[in-house]
């Protein structure tokens, strides 16, 4: 049950929930033994700009009219509402508040308006100074002293009112937020080191600063060089004088420096009021500098920093803060000046900017360490010596979502290269995947976003391993753990959440198969190459040059003196060249998609059509090939091996079962219908013969499973199929006993060979296809027997003359098929030095 109580009360006449500020970023603990952060807290993204989540302030309406900004009881900043000077305006109440805007009720000549108002304490056009602030945060909330965290929202609420205040002064430089919040950070850290910081210490507008400007400009001018280049080039160029007077100087030089109400806010800004009435307050300077150097630290890793302005502006501001804490002659952050010179050694000759107008000096050292904190230093030790003894770990920890990246990075490889274990290769890969998935790491992108390319290597090399070697699926990863690898596939099992078995393959083959809607196979094979070569494409363009079921890109270029008829005419001879290609395809489609269906479908095999079609751009319209172009006599082969190409996709028959039985062949044998007549007294034209069916039967018997037909079957598919049935029978039955010597099937294909045949038999006719067929599937049949008297068959068959022959049109063909069946009866017998031939 719920139950309501009071835990602090305001004073106001009106009050609404509004969203001005971030969530509170808590610190997370330090692992000692290598393990990684907990990602339960709240992180700021790896990604500048990501919005993060917001908490719930309080917009209340003060009796006296002022509007206030609270976070709880604690009060943030006063909310200042232009107003006009000669009219009256009374704020009286606030009214529908949505996100970090609500309406402001005033009462203005006995009227009442209402004025829609933005309250935000963020910084919506800096992202680095919105990092900034989160990283100090983050680092006083550290610290369990309320004054603290007051103290942190008066530096957010103190940036954010002199942008304004800047923006309304109209100020040419590129970031005013940043330099904002650079203003109000120097005055903080000059104060509570206990440096002075008062009217004298800020410039407004001063000569000194153009003068300084100047004065190089100056003593150039004023130089011998200057007087004799002038002399030998002073017709070239136009006459410069150094009459100061007449110099045209930069207008924008000026907002360098301050003006009267920006050094009045400065000066009267709570959070300066807070500092000095700390009575211990030189850890508020050490943690707010600390902050500052640990982000610069994590925007040096971040990949997104080699294109934001992040590291290096955080870098200048922390080297003009160096460069004011001196004691005397001597500087005390020497140290950590040549620490970003390093990195940026332009700053050494570059001006400090907006900085110049405070002049106040930080007379004590800044940073807790001895020495600075270096992230690339701490990853060598760690790599060198497997050491993780480093203060860089207890500073990351403070600052808990900004410098996520640094502190997950540091542990990553201290489970990779630290010396807290003797674990083998294999299981420190499996520890570096799951503290990614912790880490929130989903994907490889990820990772490459959010470091840079040299550190991100060791990781990428960590996933490959685990690629190929993944732990099993009844352990401990998720599934997420298994996509972040690239195994796809073993995820999508993960989540069926059941035992690993024999039918898993199944099930993947099955839900590509299932989204492979020209039912070619080569959906599949992309998908499985996918997952094991994300970045190799070549199977992906190999599928998308041996796919025959698209129509093909038509081009055809028009000139202004060609007619329709003649357009067409080039579009048809044109598709007529591109459907060439197009007829081949199933013969390398099948060699690339054999043996990829891993189980046998219960319904017929369906398979592609071969499109004969152009798709004409950019009216996308369809155009088909004339069938005087391409009849059914020039598509019967292509369509044979098309059959092929469907069937070689089956798995190969296992000695011993039977996996395809004679029912599941006959019910793929294609339906002879015949169309209607178009006239009453007209005979029903024939049937257009399925070429397809005989090519499966040639691949069911290269698969090994025509075993399973009858041989009442294999007369029927010979004497009343077509032409393609006979000669798919004949090739795959002589492939399904290839080397066996079957007698019957043996003396089935010898009854289509008319040279076997008695005399009084050779007057059958026979197509020289079928012919061809038998011979082959006698070779086939006797591969490897060394069977003499068919050796020396086909050797006369090979030399006999054309004009003996019936077929005299094939007589190419029939020569080259014997030639090939010679060879596979005496396959591999050559090596043999003493071959007994076999006279049967």
């Not at 308006?113 to 935000?120: D, G, L, M, N």
């Not at 017709?235 to 924008?252: A, F, N, P, Q, V």
């Not at 360490?369 to 690339?376: D, G, K, N, Y």
């Amino acid at each position: 049950s719920w139950t309501v109580c009071d835990e602090y009360s305001l004073s106001c006449l009106s009050a609404v929930p509004i969203e001005a500020t971030n969530i509170d970023l808590k610190p997370f603990n330090i692992v000692a033994d290598g393990g990684t952060a907990n990602s339960q807290h709240i992180f700021l993204r790896n990604n500048y700009g990501r919005r993060v989540p917001r908490a719930i302030g309080i917009l209340a309406c003060q009796r006296d009219g002022r509007i206030v900004l609270y976070r709880g009881n604690m009060k943030l900043t006063d909310i200042t509402i232009p107003m006009p000077q000669n009219v009256l305006t009374t704020v009286i109440g606030l009214d529908n508040p949505v996100y970090n805007r609500a309406d402001v009720i005033v009462k203005r000549s006995n009227a009442r308006k209402r004025i829609k108002v933005s309250c935000s304490l963020t910084s919506t056009f800096s992202q680095v100074t919105e990092l900034a602030l989160s990283a100090i945060g983050s680092s006083m909330l550290n610290s369990s002293s309320d004054d603290c965290i007051g103290l942190y929202f008066s530096i957010r609420a103190d940036s954010c009112t002199l942008a304004q205040i800047r923006s309304s002064l109209a100020c040419t430089n590129d970031d005013v937020e940043w330099e904002s919040f650079s203003l109000i950070t120097l005055s903080l850290l000059i104060a509570a080191t206990g440096g002075v910081i008062d009217d004298k210490c800020i410039m407004t507008n001063s000569r000194q600063a153009v003068e300084d400007s100047e004065e190089p400009w100056l003593t150039l001018l004023q130089s011998s060089f200057h007087a004799d280049y002038m002399s030998r080039n002073a017709c070239k160029l136009i006459t410069l004088t150094s009459d100061r007077k007449e110099m045209k100087r930069d207008k924008r030089f000026k907002t360098s420096c301050l003006s009267e109400k920006e050094k009045e806010f400065i000066l009267g800004c709570k959070c300066l009021s807070l500092v000095k009435q700390k009575n211990e307050k030189s850890h508020i300077s050490e943690m707010i500098f600390d902050a500052l150097h640990m982000l610069y630290e994590d925007a040096k890793i971040k990949r997104a920093a080699s294109s934001s302005r992040a590291p290096s502006l955080v870098a200048e501001f922390l080297f003009n803060i160096c460069r004011k804490c001196h004691s005397g002659d001597e500087s005390l952050m020497s140290d950590f000046e040549s620490h970003y010179l390093r990195d940026f050694p332009e700053l050494k000759y570059k001006k400090d900017g907006v900085l110049r107008s405070v002049l106040g000096v930080i007379p004590k050292r800044l940073a807790v360490s001895s020495q600075p904190l270096c992230l690339f230093s701490s990853l060598e030790n760690i790599i060198k010596f497997g050491s993780q003894s480093s203060p860089i770990y207890s500073a990351t920890s403070r600052i808990n979502g900004v410098c996520k990246s640094s502190y997950v990075l540091l542990q990553l490889y201290y489970i990779m290269f630290g010396s807290h274990s003797q674990c083998t290769t294999t299981s420190t890969d499996r520890k570096v995947v799951m503290a990614l998935i912790q880490a929130d790491f989903a994907t490889v992108s990820d990772i490459l976003n959010s470091f840079s390319s040299a550190l991100a290597l060791p990781l990428m090399d960590t996933l490959y391993r685990c690629r190929l070697n993944p732990p099993p699926l009844d352990g401990s990863w998720p599934a997420t753990a298994f996509e972040l690898i690239g195994r796809n596939d073993l995820a999508q099992i993960k989540l069926n959440l059941k035992p690993m078995g024999s039918e898993d393959s199944t099930l993947i083959s099955s839900t590509f198969q299932a989204d492979d809607p020209d039912h070619d196979g080569l959906v599949s094979i992309e998908k499985y190459s996918a997952m094991f070569f994300p970045n190799d494409t070549r199977i992906h363009e190999a599928a998308k040059l041996l796919r025959s079921s698209k129509p093909l890109f038509l081009r055809v270029n028009r000139g202004p003196e060609v007619h329709d008829h003649d357009f067409e005419r080039l579009k048809q001879q044109k598709l007529a060249l591109l459907c060439r290609r197009i007829l081949p395809l199933p013969v390398g489609r099948g060699m690339l998609t054999i043996g990829t269906l891993d189980c046998i479908p219960v319904e017929p095999l369906a398979g592609p059509k071969i499109c004969l079609a152009g798709r004409v751009h950019p009216q996308n319209v369809i155009v088909n090939l004339e069938e005087n172009r391409c009849t059914s006599k020039h598509k019967m082969w292509p369509d044979f091996h098309n059959g092929v190409a469907n069937g070689l996709r089956l798995p190969m028959a296992v000695k011993g079962e039977q996996t395809i039985n004679r029912t599941w062949i006959v019910s793929n044998r294609p339906k002879t219908s015949q169309a209607p007549p178009s006239q009453p007294n007209e005979l029903p034209p024939s049937p257009e013969p399925d070429h397809t069916y005989g090519g499966l039967l040639f691949a069911l018997g290269l698969r090994g499973h025509l075993a399973a037909l009858d041989k009442t079957d294999i007369v029927e598919f010979i004497n009343k199929g077509p032409l393609t049935t006979a000669v798919g029978m004949m090739l795959g039955f002589a492939a399904n006993k290839r080397g066996s010597c079957d007698v019957t099937i043996f003396k089935t294909l010898c009854v289509h060979i008319p040279s076997l045949l008695p005399t009084s038999f050779r007057s059958v006719d026979l197509s020289s296809s079928i012919q061809c067929a038998a011979v082959a599937g006698v070779g086939l049949l006797c591969q490897g027997s060394a069977h003499r008297l068919l050796t020396e068959f086909l050797l006369n068959e090979i030399g006999k003359r054309p004009v003996a022959d019936q077929n005299i049109d094939d007589r190419e063909s029939y020569s080259l098929t014997c030639g090939i069946s010679l060879g596979m009866v005496n396959l591999c017998l050559a090596n043999i030095a003493k071959t007994s031939v076999n006279d049967g």
